[in-house]
């Protein structure tokens, strides 16, 4: 099946650090990834929509100045949390969606999350 | 209102028995439907995709869709410990702003008891 790579899973850091989270679909070509944050015991929330070859899409509420996402090629995605903070803390995951005729029908498939820990 | 809803839980059920987890939409115009299971401290895990109405079998699990009124179910049978976990329901919209966006419900807490 789908492979989504994820890198690095766990992550502790100062406050006003800047943290890089890479996204690798392993074995199919992704012009769109997903990414969200997860706090604990809550559900998933989408923070953007990354755009091979043009800018991410970000959802309401989420600042783009803060959380930067470079989609540089078909395979690979990064999100940057810029000088993050403790409230910064959570569970970032990434998606991709193999292509496919009906793209819309087409399953995210999760890579194993980043545990962001901001001291 | 929200766009998916599930009950958080936990819904617990003894081993062997079947475990049936709910999803609710508002979205009349949904067209493709997830179940993802979540251990805790994991990401999450796709278990099965559904697209018409009626009911998709796969192994111990089946999902079933009823799109008039606008629900999707996940039944798990001959439940065994390792199927604790949370599981998340997922809804594929209609395309906007050139894209689709996938949202997810809270997640039901299934526990197993032994």
């Known amino acids: 099946g789908a492979v989504v790579s994820q890198h690095p899973s766990w992550v502790i850091c100062k406050s006003g650090t800047s943290v890089k989270i890479e996204c690798r679909s392993l074995?199919?070509?992704?012009?769109?990834m997903f990414w969200y944050r997860q706090f604990p015991k809550q559900s998933l929330m989408l923070m953007a929509t990354?755009?091979?070859?043009?800018?991410?899409?970000?959802e309401q509420g989420v600042e783009k100045d803060k959380f930067l996402i470079n989609h540089a090629s078909l395979t690979l995605s990064t999100l940057t949390v810029t000088s993050a903070h403790p409230e910064d803390s959570s569970f970032y995951i990434c998606?991709?969606?193999?292509?496919?005729?009906?793209?819309?029908?087409?399953?995210?498939?999760f890579g194993d999350g980043t545990r962001l820990s901001i001291l | 209102q929200k766009e998916v809803e599930q009950n958080s839980g936990p819904l617990s059920v003894p081993e062997g028995a079947i475990a049936s987890l709910n999803c609710t939409y508002s979205?009349?115009?949904?067209?493709?439907f997830f179940w993802y299971r979540q251990y805790s401290g994991k990401s999450p895990e796709l278990i099965m995709f559904?697209?018409?109405?009626g009911d998709k079998e796969d192994g111990r699990f089946t999902a079933q869709l009823n799109k008039a009124s606008q629900y999707v179910s996940l039944l798990i049978r001959d439940s065994q410990p390792s199927d604790s976990a949370t599981y998340l329901c997922?809804?594929?919209?209609?395309?906007?702003?050139?894209?689709?966006?996938?949202?997810f419900g809270i997640g039901t807490k299934l526990q197993v008891i032994p």
């Open positions: 998606s991709a969606r193999p292509p496919g005729t009906h793209v819309s029908n087409q399953p995210q498939h």
């Open positions: 074995d199919f070509q992704a012009t769109t």
């Open positions: 990354s755009n091979e070859g043009s800018k991410a899409t970000y």
């Open positions: 979205d009349r115009g949904s067209q493709s």
């Open positions: 559904i697209y018409s109405n």
């Open positions: 997922a809804v594929n919209g209609l395309p906007s702003g050139g894209y689709q966006k996938v949202t």
